[in-house]
């Protein structure tokens, strides 16, 4: 299964009014956690946070990205017209924006240097589900990414975490899974 069918299966599961995802991209996966989550609640409070335009080069290498950069004026105009949510948009590097926020569902997919989610982690603990991108393990030939650099790995395996196994593979070599812990 595709790692975008699982968060929405964990949706289902935990119900959220309210969630926070870092790494909100182009929008799409937050409209589909929000129509998601308005099944069980009319009024979800979500909050996304990414670099939008102070993306760069320097951005990219250092958090190993890989897709292309979204306006923040875009994204929000496209969360206001696809969802009725109240939405707010933080733009900025996490390291820097990212201060400690409670919620019912927190998904981390903003930058995926070990430094960066491992902050972010930190901020979201006391979320009640934090689901992390970023899990690696090895495809058929045994590559993965250096997990020593990048991904959730070295985080989750202090924590008591669930692994859920996806069908998506990575650029280079290796699978790419999600994580789940539950909050402190
Ligand atoms: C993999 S994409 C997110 C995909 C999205 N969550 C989804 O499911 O479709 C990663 C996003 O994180 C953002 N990003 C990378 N490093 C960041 C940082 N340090 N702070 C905030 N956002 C960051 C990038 O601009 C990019 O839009």
């Given at each position: 299964m595709s790692r975008y069918q699982s968060i929405l299966d964990l949706i289902e599961v935990f119900k959220p009014q309210s969630i926070v995802e870092t790494g909100v991209w182009n929008g799409q996966n937050a409209v589909r956690m929000i129509n998601a989550a308005q099944k069980y609640n009319q009024n979800i409070f979500y909050c996304g946070y990414d670099l939008?335009?102070?993306a760069s080069q320097d951005t990219d290498e250092k958090e190993f990205?890989?897709?292309?950069h979204f306006s923040y004026g875009d994204v929000m105009d496209y969360l206001r017209n696809e969802t009725n949510a109240q939405v707010s948009?933080?733009?900025g590097d996490?390291?820097?924006?990212?201060?400690p926020i409670v919620a019912d569902f927190a998904f981390i997919d903003g930058g995926h240097s070990?430094?960066?989610i491992r902050h972010d982690y930190e901020q979201l603990k006391r979320c009640s589900v934090i689901v992390f991108d970023d899990y690696y393990t090895p495809d058929e030939d045994g590559l993965m990414p250096d997990i020593s650099k990048i991904g959730c790995n070295r985080i989750v395996?202090?924590?008591p975490h669930a692994i859920i196994e996806s069908e998506d593979w990575v650029s280079g070599g290796g699978r790419v899974n999600l994580a789940v812990v539950?909050?402190?």
């Open positions: 939008f335009e102070n990205n890989v897709k292309k948009l933080i733009r996490t390291n820097e924006t990212l201060k070990l430094e960066t395996e202090n924590l539950f909050g402190t």
